[in-house]
């Protein structure tokens, strides 16, 4: 127990003192605004490159498909379950109250979903494990609440986040916010490894 300690110490501290000076450096909300706002203005009138995606039907669709009329582009992190659903909702509606207005051909509306890599695994995994803990006898039921529960936190923390790194309130820097989740995290990595045996034995047994 006293190694573990001493080595997440040692891991934890330098990291601590990375995320510190990171945020020291990190220019204040307003300057960030403002290179936010020049960013944006110095990209009026670029071109942009002929992008690839995939469409709603599986057909590949470029973005030189779209020229020659005005485009709205919508981007939705699609692990997003509250605002980005509701913000998709609402730019339907929009759209369709437009297009009456305008014409069906008036506008082209793109919505792109996007997603990390490290979220799609621990999306994965945690469905495994929701359905190792679920009897197969009322996996419905077990399952709508076990997902329910587990939402709790991202639904009553996630306000909160935003508190913490808006600089009107806490003004934490990106580094240092995204270290304390990490460290927040750890109870619960260190609770599944504890029940490990546990949960692989409800696993074998469903």
């Not at 960013?39 to 057909?59: E, K, L, N, P, W």
């Not at 297009?99 to 506008?107: D, K, Q, T, V």
Request: with cysteine.
């Amino acid at each position: 127990m006293k190694l573990r300690v001493r080595v997440l110490c040692g891991v934890a501290l330098p990291l601590l003192l990375v995320a510190s000076a990171a945020q020291a450096t990190q220019p204040a909300g307003n300057e960030v605004d403002a290179a936010a706002l020049r960013a944006s203005q110095a990209a009026v009138g670029r071109r942009t490159g002929d992008h690839a995606f995939i469409d709603q039907h599986g057909q590949p669709l470029r973005l030189a498909d779209l020229r020659g009329r005005p485009l709205v582009l919508s981007l939705v992190f699609t692990n997003c379950v509250s605002v980005c659903s509701g913000q998709t909702l609402h730019l339907r509606e929009v759209t369709r109250i437009a297009r009456e207005a305008l014409g069906a051909r008036s506008f082209a509306v793109l919505t792109v979903g996007f997603d990390n890599l490290a979220g799609g695994m621990g999306t994965a995994a945690f469905v495994a494990l929701l359905m190792a803990l679920c009897d197969r006898r009322f996996t419905a039921t077990q399952y709508a609440l076990l997902s329910a529960l587990a939402a709790i936190g991202r639904v009553y923390v996630g306000p909160a986040a935003g508190y913490a790194t808006d600089p009107r309130y806490l003004g934490l820097g990106w580094p240092t916010f995204f270290f304390l989740t990490f460290v927040v995290a750890l109870p619960g990595l260190l609770l599944l490894g504890w029940k490990r045996r546990t949960i692989e034995a409800l696993d074998r047994r469903t």
